[in-house]
Nanobody, 121 residues
Framework: QVQLVESGGGLVQAGGSLRLSCAAS??????MGWFRQSPGKEREFVAS????????NYADSVKGRVTISRDNAKNTMYLQLNSLKPEDTAVYHC????????????????WGQGTQVTVSS
C-alpha cells in the first residue's frame, strides 16, 4: 500500500520559515513534488524533484524562496520554505510521479493528505 505522509506545517509570521517533510512508503517514485491548495483557489504546483538525478523545478511564485530536496535512503522529501508570505497560506500536499511523462505533465500518481501552512501578516 502506497502512503505519502506530510508533516512540518504550522503557523508562522510573514518572513518566517518552515520545513515540510514527506515520508513515502510502498513505492519507489521516479519523481516527487509538492502542490498546494487554498480555499477557493485551484491546486497549484510548487516544486518537484527527480529522485535519480536530483533535477528540480519550481513554480515562478516560489522560485528563490523555496528549496526541494530528498533523502533517498529514507525515501523522504523535504520542502524548505523561506521568506514566507501570507499568500503562501495553503494546504501543502506531496505527490509521487511514477514515470518521466507523468512528471513532465505534473500528473501525479499518488497524493498525500497534506499539511497546513498558515502565514500571518
Amino acid at each position: 500500500q502506497v502512503q505519502l505522509v506530510e508533516s512540518g506545517g504550522g503557523l508562522v509570521q510573514a518572513g518566517g520559515s518552515l520545513r515540510l517533510s514527506c515520508a513515502a512508503s510502498g513505492e519507489s517514485f521516479y519523481a516527487m513534488g509538492w502542490f498546494r491548495q487554498s480555499p477557493g483557489k485551484e491546486r497549484e504546483f510548487v516544486a518537484s524533484i527527480v529522485y535519480s538525478s536530483g533535477l528540480t523545478n519550481y513554480a515562478d511564485s516560489v522560485k528563490g524562496r523555496v528549496t526541494i530536496s530528498r533523502d533517498n535512503a529514507k525515501n523522504t522529501m523535504y520542502l524548505q520554505l523561506n521568506s514566507l508570505k501570507p499568500e503562501d497560506t495553503a494546504v501543502y500536499h506531496c505527490a509521487g510521479f511514477n514515470t518521466p511523462i507523468k512528471w513532465l505533465k505534473r500528473d501525479y500518481d499518488y497524493w498525500g493528505q497534506g499539511t497546513q501552512v498558515t502565514v500571518s501578516s
